[in-house]
């Protein structure tokens, strides 16, 4: 009996694996409120990303934020990217309890800042 009882012990002080509820947007947005955000449940291993990245064009400066799921690898990971003309620097930042990747990451200047230059940038050309 106590051959039976152990292994079932054991089974139950194991913990449950519970996927993880993050928020994702359905676009980067060049604001943290206009993210358009929704629950995802994470693949299994996976943490809540929130992700700030700056790009800038000679004067024009531009400011995206993404919220995802994302490989405990890119935690904490700061890098640069070149695309679409535009020289990125992102920050990501991750936590790992359901949706915990939901408050507005707090920018160093105003978005309205950003999203005047890029409209008056649009009106120069």
């Given at each position: 009996m106590w051959k039976l009882v152990c292994p079932l012990l054991l089974l139950c002080l194991l913990p449950a694996v519970v996927p993880l509820f993050c928020y994702t947007c359905v676009f980067p947005a060049i604001s943290p409120l206009d993210c358009i955000r929704y629950p995802l449940k994470c693949p299994p291993g996976q943490l809540c990303l929130s992700s700030r990245a700056v790009g800038e064009n000679g004067h024009f400066r531009v400011v995206l934020y993404e919220k995802?799921?994302?490989?405990?690898s890119l935690c904490g990971v700061t890098g640069q990217k070149y695309t679409m003309g535009f020289n990125f620097t992102f920050t990501n930042e991750c936590c790992n309890t359901h949706l915990c990747n939901g408050a507005a990451t707090p920018a160093t200047h105003?978005?309205?800042g950003s999203l005047l230059t890029l409209l008056l940038s649009y009106s120069v050309w």
């Open positions: 995802s799921c994302v490989l405990p105003s978005w309205t």
